[in-house]
T-cell receptor, first 112, second 118 residues
Framework: GEDVEQSLFLSVREGDSSVINCTYTDSSSTYLYWYKQEPGAGLQLLTYIFSNMDMKQDQRLTVLLNKKDKHLSLRIADTQTGDSAIYFCAVSILYNFNKFYFGSGTKLNVKP | GAVVSQHPSRVICKSGTSVKIECRSLDFQATTMFWYRQFPKQSLMLMATSNEGSKATYEQGVEKDKFLINHASLTLSTLTVTSAHPEDSSFYIC??????????????FGPGTRLTVL
C-alpha cells in the first residue's frame, strides 16, 4: 500500500508564509490533494495537482510537487489566524482512483 | 462547488441500539461514496466504499454486519451502526466521488457525524 507522511505540527506568525510538507511512497500516485479540517468539521478540499504537474497556484495557495523525491508541499502566503486548522495530504493511485491514502495531518497554529 | 451533507451531525445513543447516518451529495450525482472513521487527533481510516446499486466494499478489519451500508440512489448513502457499543464512539465522515471533465476525480467530504455511545 501507499504510505503518506506529514509532520504533525507547524506554528507560524500571522502574515508569514506557511509550508506544509508531505511525502509518499507509491510512484504510481496520480492525483495529490490538500484538504483542510477545522475543529469538529469535515474535510474541505483546498486544491489538488495532477502528477504530471510541478506546480499549481491558486490565490494564496501554492502546491509544489517533486515527483522524483515523492514530495508534495503546500505553501500558504500571508497566513491568517483563520488558516489555523489541520491540513491533510492525500494521494490516489493510477489503478485505483477509488482509494485515497491520507497523511496523519499537520496542525497549523497561526499566532497573532 | 460540490456539496455533501451528513445527517445527523451529532448523535448520542444507548449501548445496544442502532444508529443510521445519512450522506447526501446535494449538487451532483455520485455513483461512489466512501465512509471514513476518524479517531481523536488521528487521520481518516477508510471503512468502506459504497457503490450505487451494488454491495459495499469493506476494508480489511471492518465488520460488514456491524456497519451496514446502503447506497440507495445516486445522491444518498447510509451507514447504520448496528448494536452500537462505546468503542464505536467516533467521528464518522462520508465523502462522494465526483468525476470532472478532463479525467480529474476527487472526493468531496461531508461535515461529519459525532457518534457517542453511552
Amino acid at each position: 500500500g501507499e504510505d503518506v507522511e506529514q509532520s504533525l505540527f507547524l506554528s507560524v506568525r500571522e502574515g508569514d508564509s506557511s509550508v506544509i510538507n508531505c511525502t509518499y511512497t507509491d510512484s504510481s500516485s496520480t492525483y495529490l490533494y490538500w484538504y483542510k479540517q477545522e475543529p469538529g468539521a469535515g474535510l474541505q478540499l483546498l486544491t489538488y495537482i495532477f502528477s504530471n504537474m510541478d506546480m499549481k497556484q491558486d490565490q494564496r495557495l501554492t502546491v509544489l510537487l517533486n515527483k522524483k523525491d515523492k514530495h508534495l508541499s503546500l505553501r500558504i502566503a500571508d497566513t491568517q489566524t483563520g488558516d489555523s486548522a489541520i491540513y491533510f495530504c492525500a494521494v490516489s493511485i493510477l489503478y485505483n482512483f477509488n482509494k485515497f491514502y491520507f497523511g496523519s495531518g499537520t496542525k497549523l497554529n497561526v499566532k497573532p | 462547488g460540490a456539496v455533501v451533507s451528513q445527517h445527523p451531525s451529532r448523535v448520542i445513543c444507548k449501548s445496544g441500539t442502532s444508529v443510521k447516518i445519512e450522506c447526501r451529495s446535494l449538487d451532483f450525482q455520485a455513483t461512489t461514496m466512501f465512509w471514513y472513521r476518524q479517531f481523536p487527533k488521528q487521520s481518516l481510516m477508510l471503512m468502506a466504499t459504497s457503490n450505487e446499486g451494488s454491495k459495499a466494499t469493506y476494508e480489511q478489519g471492518v465488520e460488514k454486519d456491524k456497519f451496514l451500508i446502503n447506497h440507495a440512489s445516486l445522491t444518498l448513502s447510509t451507514l447504520t451502526v448496528t448494536s452500537a457499543h462505546p468503542e464505536d464512539s467516533s467521528f464518522y465522515i462520508c465523502s462522494a466521488r465526483r468525476t470532472s471533465g478532463g479525467g480529474s476525480d476527487t472526493q468531496y467530504f461531508g461535515p461529519g457525524t459525532r457518534l457517542t455511545v453511552l
